[in-house]
């Protein structure tokens, strides 16, 4: 069996330092089935050793090598070069937006990191029984139920804040991980919590240009959760202006601190 | 944590944002009523001053007018002021549009009752 | 993130109308921005011009007759083409704000924006032929 062989001109972004960015070319022979990473690594591997970018897993788990791919957010270790080109094209690889740069498609996203943390995101989901459906667990002999539990699907890759038109122009902004991921946390009870996205650059920010979900290699649904935190965030606000505030929430903040 | 650039600023909560929204939505269910007044009192349009005048001698179009005014002009700054946000103003210049809208604000909602009235009392005196 | 930090005001706003790889749902808040802007502007102007109405009648009645002419039939048009895609689209988000359907904001977005064409249509017909 032969595999086909495509020819796709790599035009890469480039930037070291303080220099003018431009792009690279590089022509490859691939595979369609390959993954666009593989290509970015061959060019690494084969023709300018100084390319810097990120990667890791190859298979969507670390969140490491999101890039744009012609334009659009893609985790490039999922991407495959026959959903996003054809035999004689072009790919433009660039790196993500509203980061940093630190080289070429390697980008400083310690600001996301920093805010998940504040968010307390978790990279095991809280309601991990309700998310694993019965049918979806792995066979053989395991413990009760209790026993399983699951990774967070929000691999804080950043592809959202890199498409989100809000982000792009107003850095304060918490972003769409962000938001989703004090969703996924929850904000009962988190005074904290509450105060964080229902503020100016909290969940009243979005305007609901969906990007975030349409680019989530991991299908968090960032603008469902955010719109979701709305709801509850009015709910609670509701309850408060009605029932007065809640002494025992702010007891317990207190008394953690 | 309180590092300015991490740390969340107060100012548009649930409750401008809510005002937003109500609004909004109040704003297009009196242009739903203006559409069925309009039919039934000005079927052939308000095309000189004397219609205009006539107009608003029923007592159900000053009332919406005003109404109209105030919800419209409030959404209007609440949006213009969010799109502002949008634009990574600083501290001084975001306080600054909230006294000038506020102001604006203010200034038009007057000025419209003002007209309104005005156009009101033409019609009784004559 | 300090990346967006050394542009200008206006070429952070222009990153907002750059529709390049993006899903329709942008189209969606492009659209909205823009009907935000030119219903605002319309707004003042419109109360501006309505000062006319305290002239007295030969102040309005000429004015009117200016407001006749087809490129302000034109602009009427435009205005309210504007506020049928700005009220329909506000309508999506505020019932996606309050939970309702935020996972088919796609298809309410493209039927209410195809209702918004039509009712802009007919408006525009009624008045271009009256």
Known sequence: ?257 | MNDSRYGPKTGESTWLWFTKIVTGLLVIVILIIHFIVNHFTAQNGLLTYADVVKYYQNPIVPIMEIAFLVFVVSHALIGLRGIVLDLKPTRAVIGAVNWLFSAVGVVAIVYGIWLVLTIVSRGASS | MTGVSKTSPLSRAAKWFDPRARTISTIGFILNRITALGLSFYLFLHLIMLGQLAQGPQAYDGFLATVHSPIFVFGEVLVIAAGFIHGLNGIRIALNSFGVGARYQKATFLVLLSIAVICSLIFAVRIFTV
């Open chain 1, 1 to 257: 069996m032969s595999t086909p062989k495509w020819v796709v001109t790599f035009q890469i972004y480039r930037k070291k330092g303080n220099a003018d960015p431009h792009f690279d070319e590089f022509k490859l022979e691939v595979s369609p089935d390959e993954y666009v990473l593989d290509g970015i690594e061959r060019v690494w591997a084969f023709h300018d050793r100084s390319l810097a970018f990120r990667h890791a897993c190859h298979h969507s788990t670390c969140g490491a090598c999101g890039m744009r791919v012609n334009g659009a957010e893609k985790l490039t270790c999922i991407t495959l070069i026959r959903d996003v080109t054809q035999d004689g094209g072009v790919l433009r690889i660039e790196p993500m937006r509203n980061f940093p740069v630190v080289s070429d498609l390697a980008v400083d996203m310690g600001i996301l990191y920093t805010r998940m943390e504040m968010v307390e995101h978790q990279p095991v989901n809280s309601d991990a029984k309700e998310a694993i459906q019965p049918e979806a667990r792995p066979a053989g002999p395991v413990g009760e139920e209790e026993d399983y539990i699951r990774l967070s699907d929000c691999i804080e890759c950043g592809l959202c804040i890199s498409a989100c038109p809000i982000s792009g122009s107003s850095p304060e902004y918490l972003g769409p991980a962000v938001l989703a991921g004090a969703h996924q946390h929850g904000i009962k009870g988190n005074e904290q919590l509450l105060k964080l996205v229902d503020s100016e650059d909290g969940v009243w920010r979005c305007h609901s240009a969906f990007e975030c979900t349409a680019v989530c290699p991991s299908f968090v649904e960032p603008g469902w959760r955010i719109m979701d935190l709305r709801k509850q965030v009015i709910g609670e606000r509701f309850k408060r202006l009605f029932r007065g505030s809640s002494p025992k929430i702010i007891d317990t903040m207190e008394a953690s601190k």
